[in-house]
């Protein structure tokens, strides 16, 4: 099809005439109307002439551009034949007139595509066009849908950051880009995205490319479903969506949606890791483990170590530059589209992370997220944070839930808010907890202290940005607002003296807009179910990363508004034991969160003296390049109890 058709396509689509997008012709005589079997017969015949006009106008062009060509080609090999310059400039302004037919191509046709994707997610379709509401299949796609893959990459945001750029995406409103201003730029990208890296180029000193895993590297396999069901991991092997049969009562992802990949290791790699597991990791020799990584630059282990050694003495930038090396070479490793599932709604890429080799990379989002918000790249840290929630997002082995709604209001902007507030609303994502096969529980996710807050918070942002667009809209999201925090409140009645207490403001004073004091002392009497480890762990790291984000000024007001109403509550609906009638959280499956260090959660890394383990710069450096010319290292002694000889 040529570029004229798409273009005709597109305008009739474009049409305010319906879908066929055929402009209103007004009919002149009343007399000159006809049978519906004739209309029906002559719309037919005009239909099927113009396929045919189509067809031939494809074949003409073709032809034309064909004897085109020839004309030139015996045109240059005439002897003796003067150049013109008009015949030169004509023939740059078809070539150009061509490359613009090429990209209005793949323009109009990318178009189409996030059109039909659009549709299907944006909650005013089901995937076919007839406007119901989505699909539980559709829903789940909110973990990754609309998250950019270009803000996978730290080194873009920290560029686009320190220049005050930021790419086309990026800058769009959520509105905006539901429109597709920008159809060119997105061909374009998605070309050359599959060619390259995600988390970071590929750079000279960490080699051309990894071993495979038939050249004794690493590779993935992708789990057959059916043939492995025993490998299936609660909470995903529940088949009892309406919660009758086993009584668990909560909506799991769809099997045949499930898609399980797992890092492979080759029988070479997996000797290289029990070599650094049994003679290595446990003298707790830096140097020992740099010589180590210079001898086998591909194996992740080592080198993941070798990253929290950095982080931990403050060299950060070595650190954080391991974790794109170990990223790097887990991707060359990886399923062509396994990366890619932000592109996809009809199947979820999972893993497990209780398996070995699946640990390390589990392990290393999760630091590349954190760096990545210690430098200021929030962006990153919630792109990131998003595509390791995606793998595990029933059990979150991380932790990731605990600071990844920090991460979307943290970065201001309106698509995050509604990002936060569609996972919510989607409950597509569970907080599972299994103390063993006769003690599981579950809850949804604005359970947690930290969700319930910030979901009220974001739902309050909200209401400001629609207030530019319609009154109405925004006084019924106000109202959702005020709900969503009196829901927070009735739950954790405790958490604004925290916030409060860790922004300074003084609980003590009065005046004629805000009573802290006997609002606070009828909180304090407000009796509370129970509180666990687990409670007590998501709040503490609630508070010390999200305080910032409660001090504004209005925020504040609108905290001691709902403050208010939570003690008019109090008095109207309480019960007999001094509990609040809908008080009532699931501690068990929170309790999970209880085994995490509040300091992997924080913008900074436990640190160590520099001098505790002092590394040769030498062996740094050939750790942190590689040199495929150089000379091992150690030389492993199996026979005589795995001793470590020399240079």
């Not at 686009?160 to 995406?169: A, E, I, R, S």
């Not at 180590?292 to 080592?302: K, T, W």
């Not at 409140?489 to 805000?514: C, H, W």
Request: aromatic share 8%; charged share 30%.
């Amino acid at each position: 099809m040529s570029s004229r058709n798409l273009r005709r396509l597109r305008e009739e689509n474009d049409a305010p005439g319906g879908v066929d997008g055929l402009p209103n012709i007004k009919e002149k005589n009343s007399e000159e109307k006809e049978d519906e079997s004739e209309d029906d017969e002559k719309h037919g015949r005009r239909q099927q002439a113009a396929f045919h006009l189509m067809m031939m106008d494809d074949d003409s062009s073709d032809s034309s551009s064909s004897s085109s060509e020839e004309e030139e080609v015996e045109h240059e090999e005439k002897p003796g034949h003067d150049d013109n310059p008009n015949d030169v400039s004509s023939t740059k302004i078809e070539k150009n007139n061509d490359l613009e037919d090429k990209e209005d191509i793949d323009a109009i046709l990318s178009e189409f595509k996030v059109q039909a994707s659009i549709e299907s997610l944006d909650g005013h379709g089901n995937g076919n066009g007839n406007g119901h509401e989505p699909s539980f299949d559709a829903k789940f796609a909110v973990v990754l849908h609309g998250n950019d893959s270009r803000e996978y990459n730290l080194d873009n945001a920290m560029r686009n950051m320190l220049n005050g750029t930021v790419d086309p995406g990026t800058a769009m409103s959520h509105d905006q880009q539901t429109q597709h201003q920008h159809p060119q730029h997105q061909s374009k990208r998605r070309s050359s995205k599959q060619n390259q890296s995600l988390f970071a180029r590929q750079r000279d000193s960490w080699g051309k490319r990894p071993s495979s895993y038939i050249g004794g590297g690493l590779g993935m396999q992708q789990l057959d479903n059916v043939k492995n069901k025993l490998e299936i991991p609660w909470p995903y092997s529940v088949h009892d969506n309406d919660g009758d049969g086993d009584g668990e009562g909560f909506k799991s992802i769809p099997t045949d949606m499930q898609q399980w990949c797992s890092f492979q290791r080759s029988n070479t790699y997996s000797d290289r890791v029990t070599e650094y597991e049994h003679y290595i990791a446990n003298t707790g020799d830096v140097n020992t483990m740099a010589m180590y990584i210079a001898d086998n630059p591909f194996v992740i282990e080592p080198m993941f170590h070798f990253a929290i050694f950095f982080l931990s003495i403050g060299e950060n930038d070595k650190g954080t530059e391991l974790l794109k090396r170990i990223l790097w070479v887990m991707e060359c490793a990886s399923c062509g589209n396994f990366f890619h599932g932000h592109e996809r709604c009809d199947l979820v890429h999972l893993m497990d992370s209780h398996r070995d080799e699946n640990e390390i990379f589990f392990q290393v989002l999760f630091r590349l997220a954190q760096s990545s918000c210690m430098v200021g790249c929030v962006v990153t840290a919630l792109a990131v944070g998003r595509f390791l929630l995606s793998l595990d997002p029933m059990r979150d082995p991380t932790g990731i839930l605990m600071v990844l709604d920090y991460y979307a209001l943290a970065t201001m902007r309106e698509k995050d808010i509604l990002f936060l507030l569609k996972l919510v609303d989607s409950g597509v994502v569970k907080v599972c907890h299994a103390k063993g096969q006769d003690s599981r529980h579950v809850c949804g996710v604005r359970e947690m202290p930290n969700w319930a807050y910030n979901y009220a918070l974001a739902m309050y942002r909200k209401s400001h940005f629609d207030r530019e667009e319609d009154d109405e809209d925004c006084i019924s999201v106000a109202g959702q607002a005020d709900k969503a925090l009196d829901f927070a409140l009735a739950r954790y009645p405790f958490i604004p003296r925290l916030l409060l207490e860790k922004n300074g403001v003084d609980m003590k004073a009065r005046s004629f807009q805000t009573d802290w004091p006997s609002i606070m002392e009828s909180l304090d009497k407000l009796k509370y179910n129970g509180t666990s480890r687990g409670v007590e762990k998501i709040s503490s790291i609630f508070v010390e990363r999200n305080h910032k984000l409660w001090s504004g000024g209005d925020v504040v007001k609108w905290l001691y508004r709902g403050c208010q109403r939570m003690v008019e509550m109090n008095v109207t609906n309480r019960s007999s034991d001094g509990i609040l009638e809908d008080n009532i959280s699931p501690l068990e499956a929170l309790d999970k969160y209880s085994v995490f260090d509040p300091i992997d959660f924080q913008d900074r890394f436990l640190r160590i003296p520099t001098d505790a383990n002092a590394l040769d710069p030498g062996l740094m450096d050939a750790a942190l390049k590689y040199s495929p010319n150089r000379r091992r290292f150690l030389i492993l002694n199996r026979q005589h109890g795995g001793a470590v000889g020399g240079f």
